[in-house]
């Protein structure tokens, strides 16, 4: 029963992870067409 | 791996004309003053304390120029995805922004694998982490991001003072 509960965690955990994905991709897609400039502060640690 | 830590500040302005168009002016400030110009395959560095500025033709190493223009902002989710596998990676807060961290493996041997934190709101990313396979890493956080100001051509030209010399490294 246990191991049931898990495997549906990560079963659900794991198609809430790609339909973020694809949130975040849409989301690009969309920003992309209209990027042109940017400005902002910088950090770069090495 | 060397541990060497060292964290510079600056301001960036970046402009996208195409896919391949990409104008960058990088203007370090601290801990040393030093200004980064790049458009297409010429790269300039202007050191101000030596009063040089390096030239650098990038088109010896183009892949590292084709992962910065395919990973940077303007990138759509279609093209990442032809050039990546790419794996969701938790929310987290970068720079007091909600961001979704990706962790992209390159699907040709040119590209290096990285990290990238995409604003939720926006569309852009707010942190760049570019892993080498030694370990060591660059790591680029962007804050105060202006998406689409009114630049002109001046935001990406390197202003270099008289009397500075010019070197080639690569010659």
Known sequence: MR????ASFIALSTASFGATTEAVMANLDQSSGKFQTLTANLTHLT | MIDDKSTEVGQIALKKAGTRDLQVLINFTKPDARVVAFRG???EIMYPKLKTVQEIDLGKRTELVDQFLLVG???SGQELQSNYSVTYGGEETIAGQKAHKLLLTPRREKLQAMELWIADAGGYPV???YVQPSGDYHLFTYQDVKVNPQLGEEAFK???PKGYKREFPQK
């Open chain 2, 158 to 160: 390197m202003v270099v």
């Open chain 1, 3 to 6: 191991l049931l509960q898990i």
């Open chain 2, 73 to 75: 902002f303007g990138t």
């Open chain 2, 41 to 43: 395959r010429k790269a």
């Open chain 2, 127 to 129: 942190q760049q982490k």
